[in-house]
């Protein structure tokens, strides 16, 4: 079992980190791997970059208990959740999040599991660095409904 | 002394992201805190949104809890990254 958490203002290199990862596996047939990437489109105006805002060791210390969720959950060989903070451009990768089966079903929805939990759980706090300002932004009501599919069914 | 943390939008109302200063002897329970709160920064009821959520030492509590000399509480508005 591999697993890999980090919550860093360091850049993510997608590319790096999916190498990384699949060098670690042994048995697994099924890789899953999620980049978010900040968008331009704002609601009203141009995105030039987010700020992200943590609480250590709380941000972590959630994290590692979803881990342990889907980890329960799926019989992964791996897992890995990358996430960043402080100033983010535009095109620049905010989150990065893997997941390595024996079959591809339980990679993607254990990937898709964890993606909800960051979204509307994990201890962050993001704000939109806009042509027209700058504005705080919380989970839509979409988030929430995505990540109430998780208590709905325990088995898919 | 206490650190007080105010995250995400919660510092635009502030106009600072902590301070660190004596809780007044009134403030015994959570709930205190948000009224507390509300006054200092004349916050229009930002502190009092049921979302808004307070930490003590860094952990979630309810408004009920009793404060005891805390190092440190927390004014956590709705959370999400990604």
Same mark, same amino acid.
């Given at each position: 079992? !591999?697993?890999?958490? $980090? #919550?860093?203002?360091?850049? #993510? !290199?997608?590319?790096?980190?999916?190498?990384?990862?699949? !060098?670690?596996? &042994?048995?697994?047939?099924? *890789?899953?791997?999620?980049?978010g990437v900040v968008r331009p489109d704002g609601k009203d105006s141009r995105v030039l970059g987010l700020f992200l805002?943590?609480?250590?060791?709380? &941000?972590? $210390?959630? #994290?590692?208990?979803?881990?342990?969720?889907?980890? $329960?959950?799926?019989?992964?060989?791996?897992?890995? *959740?990358?996430? /960043?903070?402080?100033e983010i451009r535009t095109g620049e990768?905010i989150?990065? *999040?893997?997941?390595?089966?024996?079959? /591809? /079903?339980?990679?993607?929805?254990?990937?898709?599991?964890?993606?909800?939990?960051?979204? &509307?759980?994990?201890?962050?706090?993001k704000k939109e660095i806009t042509e027209a300002g700058d504005f705080w932004i919380e989970p839509r009501?979409?988030?929430?409904?995505?990540?109430? /599919?998780?208590?709905? !069914?325990?088995? $898919? | 002394?206490?650190?007080?943390?105010?995250?995400?939008r919660?510092?635009?109302?502030?106009?600072?992201?902590?301070?660190?200063?004596?809780?007044?002897?009134? @403030?015994?329970?959570?709930?205190?805190?948000?009224?507390?709160?509300?006054?200092?920064?004349?916050?229009?009821?930002?502190?009092? +949104?049921?979302?808004?959520? =307070? %930490? @003590?030492?860094? +952990? =979630?509590?309810?408004?009920?809890?009793?404060?005891?000399?805390?190092?440190?509480? %927390?004014?956590?508005?709705?959370?999400g990254?990604g």
């Open positions: 079992m !591999s697993v890999h958490v $980090n #919550i860093s203002d360091q850049a #993510i !290199s997608t590319p790096e980190l999916l190498k990384d990862f699949e !060098s670690r596996l &042994t048995s697994s047939g099924g *890789v899953v791997s999620f980049s805002q943590s609480y250590s060791p709380m &941000t972590e $210390n959630g #994290i590692e208990t979803a881990v342990g969720q889907a980890l $329960n959950r799926w019989p992964l060989e791996a897992l890995a *959740v990358h996430h /960043r903070t402080g990768t989150v990065f *999040v893997a997941t390595a089966s024996k079959h /591809r /079903r339980a990679a993607f929805e254990a990937a898709d599991f964890l993606m909800d939990y960051l979204k &509307t759980e994990a201890v962050f706090w009501e979409q988030d929430y409904q995505d990540n109430q /599919r998780w208590q709905q !069914s325990e088995t $898919n | 002394m206490t650190d007080i943390l105010y995250f995400g919660l510092s635009d109302v502030t106009g600072k992201p902590s301070e660190n200063i004596e809780l007044p002897s009134d @403030v015994s329970h959570a709930r205190d805190l948000r009224t507390w709160a509300e006054a200092r920064f004349e916050a229009e009821g930002v502190f009092l +949104e049921p979302t808004v959520r =307070i %930490a @003590v030492n860094g +952990e =979630i509590v309810d408004d009920a809890h009793p404060l005891a000399n805390p190092n440190e509480i %927390a004014f956590m508005p709705p959370v990254g």
